[in-house]
């Protein structure tokens, strides 16, 4: 007979382990799918895999995809580090998407307007987020709700923008009109989608991480998430912590809207994003909240979002598989989760 | 007293966690009708013990036999089936239901509803035996911390309990509740239950047990076959493995004041509110709070610590006026605190030891520059720290949730006398600890004094404050209700102030 036995300590080495292991369940549990669905689940991850990291062009359309989910992903890592319950990145990055849109329409050297986009997309995600963090500190607004239903929120005003006042006057579909072709990031490789935002976003998760674990300010947002009341007694201005985490959080969502605008779409429209925000959830608990652990784990899901639609089309197994897969990946992580404060323990059955 | 065949026999109960033993051989039995005190210092492996035997744990080796038959538990319901019930530190209630509710949470029903008359007749009868009594109706929520800790006695009898464990009941109780828990397992005992007290009250365990077992390290190094004749001194050597004696309190050389509360006054905060309060604190001597637990301590330990604001009066340390109040304003005057809730407020449990022991300091030069952790230094500090304060722990980056009490209390220490303070606020500074630990803390708290600091000591156990204290004020209804005195003041003195009856002293 089974049962949990709480544990004294985590092993070093189950920070790797847990995901992985993870990982693992997600892909046996669903190849069970991929069997209903008359594939063989083996041929179909190899398909999977190969269309996605196997050559040149699968691996830089995976990037091109993992770059906005590693800067969501480093969102959610922030916020939930402090337990500010951001579940709103997805709406933060649409901000940041209408902002940098709306400047780099505006005519200006490509030098200026790359620079001017970030930070405008960065402020109209930090200024999202900060409405559910002040709710919170002033008012004790729960910001798991509110941080959600303003995804709504923005996306529908969103939409009324490019169905009315911002439409593309030349194009027939609800767009907002193109940014400058001087505001284009530059494509890394030529003949690919790879951007400089993506570089952006992998140089992101290193510095993120010096921030957390080297300065004041990520000591007072491991402390505040921890323990508030002991931060509090440290001297450390709890409310203040909790703002610069939402700021911080939103800011890097609003750039995963700048990247897919100025590297992808260079417009907005109301599918921008597959939900990019809330895959920032999925990444972060992946990682532990470990933003150097995002980027690994951004990449794990976007390879299985550029590969679902490569087995789809060799397999006949709905592309749909790639959003359980998520799921899955999300499910199995907090289940993972449980063996750092429990251990299974075999008794003798009665 | 004689020995039946034993209600319960724990053989040769071996547990490892990790690299430690925490229980190592260990054989235990309880007659019916027998109040066994389980005594050791914090990590000596009692509590593991009474986890094994309720079944929170599986032991490596050794087997438990109840009333000759052993006992197989495979989830922690068997222990309850065989009959054995445990009483935890924190209370396993749910605070919206009444008290028949909380009884009958988890027991079979009648068609599917609470057995509601069979729940109140049973209630009846256990109260008529033990002597246990509690309105059914009343909500958890507006029982006193006693009543309810008397509901989880009389939910483990309801289950039948014929073993009754206690993890420290009488460290959450007032001193007038300590006596009716006593006559309460004093009745359980004639009535044939057997009891398994554990405390680190040396006068309580002798006052209340049959018969004494002492752990050290995991291992029984020893028995006490009649408590009420032995005396704590050679109870305390058995449990440290070393003599332990009250430490001495030179005669006071006082200085001048370092800490002085005018007149201070503030709103309600945790349940009580500052009246008029008015403590002067001089280099080189302990001044001690006594009071029954809700009295002011709490607002008084925050207004010195800086955690709260007062409405009235002033706050002066070392010469200076506090103007604005934070935790840094008062620190920057040379002012170290330890907290009351070692564990709510002092650390981050869930942390590395290191980032607790920088915490109220990290924003200054010997931590960080410009925004930037100085890691080395911080890491110096804190593995000299372990090193000074002998804090057991694998190193900096263990987590501070796994230090024993003792050795978090001594990190606490560390982190604010590193820093020479030259007033110190303690808020029940032993709370908790065992014996060693105690006496640890009281020789840190005299040596500060005899280094010219000036201590504030809010307590509520009497005996430690007339040992370290030159005077006591006494806190009643969050007024200054009288000072003594170390010279004038006695339990008894104290006691009449702490009621509220003195206000002439």
């Not at chain 2, 014996?435 to 504030?456: N, P, S, T, Y």
Request: charged letters at 15%; proline letters at 6%.
């Amino acid at each position: 007979m089974l049962r949990l036995e709480a544990r004294s300590s985590t092993p070093a080495w189950f920070n790797l382990a847990l995901p992985l292991g993870a990982v693992a369940a997600t892909l046996i549990s669903c190849s069970g799918l991929i069997a209903l669905a008359r594939a063989n689940p083996l041929a179909a991850y190899g398909v999977m895999l190969s269309s996605s990291l196997g050559d040149l062009y699968g691996l830089t359309e995976t990037l091109t995809r993992a770059a906005p989910m590693i800067f969501t992903g480093l969102a959610v890592a922030v916020a939930f580090r402090a337990k500010f319950w951001n579940i709103g990145a997805e709406g933060q990055l649409m901000a940041g998407a209408v902002a940098s849109c709306a400047v780099g329409a505006i005519p200006m050297p490509g030098a200026v307007a790359m620079p001017a986009m970030a930070v405008a997309g960065a402020a109209a995600g930090a200024a999202v987020a900060l409405v559910p963090a002040l709710l919170r500190v002033r008012l004790k607004v729960d910001d798991v709700v509110t941080s959600l239903l303003l995804n709504s929120i923005v996306a529908y005003a969103l939409t009324a923008l490019i169905e009315g006042p911002w439409k593309d006057p030349m194009g027939g579909y609800p767009i907002s009109p193109p940014i400058e072709e001087t505001a284009y990031f530059p494509i890394l490789i030529a003949g690919t989608r790879l951007h400089l935002g993506v570089l952006a976003a992998l140089v992101a998760a290193p510095a993120i991480w010096f921030l957390i674990s080297r300065t004041t300010l990520g000591f007072a947002i491991r402390v505040t998430g921890e323990n508030a009341g002991a931060a509090r007694y440290g001297g450390i201005r709890v409310e203040r912590v909790l703002l610069a985490a939402a700021i911080l959080s939103g800011g890097l969502a609003g750039l995963a809207g700048v990247g897919e605008v100025g590297g992808v779409r260079y417009q907005v429209m109301s599918d921008l994003s597959p939900g990019f925000g809330y895959s920032g959830i999925v990444i972060a608990m992946l990682a532990r909240l470990n933003p150097l652990g995002v980027v690994p784990a951004a990449i794990f899901l976007a390879a299985v979002m550029t590969g679902a639609e490569a087995m789809s089309r060799a397999t006949g197994v709905p592309v749909f598989l790639g959003d359980v897969i998520q799921g899955m990946a999300l499910l199995s992580m907090l289940v993972a989760l449980l063996f750092t404060g429990y251990r299974i323990r075999r008794t003798a059955s009665p | 007293m004689p020995q039946p065949s034993p209600l319960i026999e724990m053989r040769g109960i071996c547990k490892r966690f990790g690299a430690v033993d925490a229980n190592r051989n260990v054989d235990l039995a309880v007659a019916p009708g027998e109040i066994l005190g389980l005594l050791g210092e914090n990590g000596a492996g009692k509590t593991t013990l009474m986890n094994i035997l309720f079944g929170a744990y599986a032991p490596d080796a050794g087997e438990i036999l109840v009333e000759g038959r052993p006992l197989r538990i495979a989830r922690s319901g068997d222990a309850l089936a065989a009959g054995i019930g445990m009483v935890h530190q924190h209370f396993h209630l749910a605070a919206r239901l009444s008290v028949l509710e909380n009884l009958l949470v988890g027991l079979p029903g009648k068609g599917g509803r609470l057995d509601r008359p069979g729940g109140l007749a049973r209630l009846a009868e256990i109260g008529a035996r033990y002597g246990l009594r509690l309105e059914p109706d009343r909500p958890v929520s507006a029982l006193s911390i006693g009543e309810q800790q008397r509901l989880e006695i009389l939910k483990a009898l309801f289950r039948g309990a014929r073993l009754l464990i206690l993890d420290e009941p009488t460290a959450v109780l007032a001193p007038g509740e300590v006596e009716g828990l006593f006559e309460a397992l004093r009745a359980m005992a004639a009535q044939g239950l057997g009891i398994v007290f554990i405390s680190h009250k040396l006068n309580e365990v002798r006052a209340l047990t049959h018969r004494c077992v002492v752990l050290r390290h995991g291992r029984v190094v020893g028995q006490v076959d009649d408590p009420a004749a032995t005396s704590s001194a050679e109870m305390a050597q058995l449990m440290c493995g070393r003599e332990i004696v009250p430490p001495l309190r030179p005669p006071a050389a006082p200085g001048g004041p370092v800490l002085e509360l005018a007149g201070v006054a503030t709103s309600a905060h945790a349940g009580m509110r500052l009246r008029d309060v008015s403590i002067s604190v001089r280099a080189g001597e302990i001044v001690g709070v006594a009071g029954v637990s809700g009295n002011g301590q709490r607002a008084l330990a925050d207004v010195v610590s800086g955690m709260l604001t007062p409405d009235a009066g002033t706050l002066t340390i070392a010469g200076t006026r506090i103007q604005r109040f934070s935790p840094r304003a008062v620190q920057a005057q040379g002012l170290g605190r330890i907290p009351e809730d070692r564990m709510t407020t002092g650390l981050v449990a869930g942390l590395p030891l290191a980032d607790s022991m920088v915490l109220p300091r990290i924003g200054t030069p010997a931590f960080s520059r410009a925004g930037l952790l100085d890691r080395a230094a911080i890491l110096a500090f804190v593995e000299e720290q372990i090193a000074a304060f002998d804090i057991r722990c694998p190193g900096p980056m263990a987590r501070a949730g796994s230090l024993s009490g003792g050795n978090l209390q001594k990190a606490l220490l560390a982190r604010e006398l590193a820093f020479n303070p030259r007033v110190l606020i303690a808020a029940q500074p032993t709370r908790g600890l065992d014996i060693g630990a105690a006496r640890f803390v009281h020789d840190k708290l005299l040596e500060l004094r005899a280094k010219g600091c000036g201590l504030l000591v809010i307590g509520e156990d009497l005996e430690e404050l007339l040992i370290l204290c030159d005077r006591i004020a006494v806190i009643y209804e969050g007024r200054i209700a009288g000072v003594l005195e170390a010279a004038e003041a006695t339990i008894a003195r104290l006691g009449l102030l702490m009621s509220g009856a003195g206000g002439h002293a």
